[in-house]
């Protein structure tokens, strides 16, 4: 056995049964508070249309899903299932008209959870990511942003829990949607040059590129979640479990570095007929950004192959940890339920003791 478990954090068995329920497709249905929104929304066609790595309803149930494993209240949860459905700068999908529907919002969700829902369409989203990051929370939790729309621009005054709300709700809804696509059409957001052409960077524009994970946009939620212990908004929310309760930074070097070496494994750029040097590739992308599963249970599979099932078993377990802080992907090549049955699986086969000699036998392996 090597020096393997100081790479992976240990499974939270409290955090594995919240996340178990959210692989049930039906587990909205069953939320009392949302279920009662999701016929309204879906009746607006969000299952028709396309939005990043899959459609609307995947991206706004996907957001829900994260929310409802960090515990969020009721009004922030509904925000995240409803977060664009009057448009904002970045999507052009108005499902429900902001001059003429809010009423009939807010008599299905309520004032509150429909302020916030309107509020965070209309306000410029790009500057609030941007002062949160750059410090510019006031004492008192408040912060000053302007609405969308054409100059001269009005602006708002946050109170400290919508700053908060829509923090948390904007890691959410980053995690649930990034990847290597977005790296390129929205580079270095939020201060993405405006000014770049689609014709000339059309290597960039092809959708869905490559499917790479993202290696910007993971160090920005830690940045965001860290935001969330200013003093003042201590306490608004609960804290989202990722990073170590939001307590932990994540270097962009770091990031960046650990997403090309995971990749360089995925994509075979590695020799191939030893185990060793994918390995070790796998080892450093994780002690470099721990805060992701799937380099986790890549090396998990790995290990298995190695026969060392000890450590297969701790970075199995690492890598379900993080997939259940989550509540999606960071490799978003399938889904986040796809991710932690496979995972599950490894662990299980690590903890037996067995894993199948050969190839075709790959395709028996179940859950028991």
Known sequence: MTDTPRLFAPLDDALLQRALPLLDDEWLQRDADLAPVLPIVLARGVGQDWHKAGTFRHHLVGVARSLA?????????????????????????????AASERQRLQGLVGEEAEHLVHLFCTMSRAQFVQKVLAGE??????????????????????????????????????????????????????????????????????????????????????????????????????????????????????????????????QLAQPLVDLDAATATLEQAVQLNPWVGEPQMVLAQLYLSAGRGEDAERAANGALQQFCTWGNSWDKRVQWDAWVAWT?????????????????????????
């Open 137 to 266: 929370v006031r004492d008192d939790g408040s912060l000053q942003v302007e609405l969308n729309g054409a100059a001269p621009r009005q602006s708002v005054r946050l109170s400290a829990y919508e700053v908060a709300a829509f923090t948390i709700v904007s890691m959410a809804d980053t995690i649930e949607q990034w990847f290597s696509w977005q790296d390129e059409i929205y580079s270095r957001f939020p201060g993405t040059d405006t000014s770049r052409r689609q014709a000339v960077h059309w290597g960039a524009s092809l959708w869905p590129g490559p499917m790479r994970p993202t290696a910007r946009m993971v160090s920005q939620v830690a940045a965001l979640g860290r935001a969330l212990h200013h003093p003042a908004l201590a306490g608004q929310l609960p804290l989202p479990p990722v990073f170590d309760g939001c307590r932990e930074a994540l270097a962009p070097r770091d990031e960046a570095a650990a997403c090309a070496l995971y990749w360089s494994v995925v």
């Open 69 to 97: 494993l960090w515990q969020q209240p009721r009004d922030v949860r509904l925000l995240g299932l409803l977060h664009s459905v009057y448009g904002n700068a970045f999507v052009d999908l108005v499902k429900f008209d």
């Open 344 to 368: 599950r699986i490894l662990a299980q086969s690590a903890a037996q003791g067995s894993w199948p000699e050969r190839l075709d036998k790959l395709n028996n392996l179940a859950l028991r």
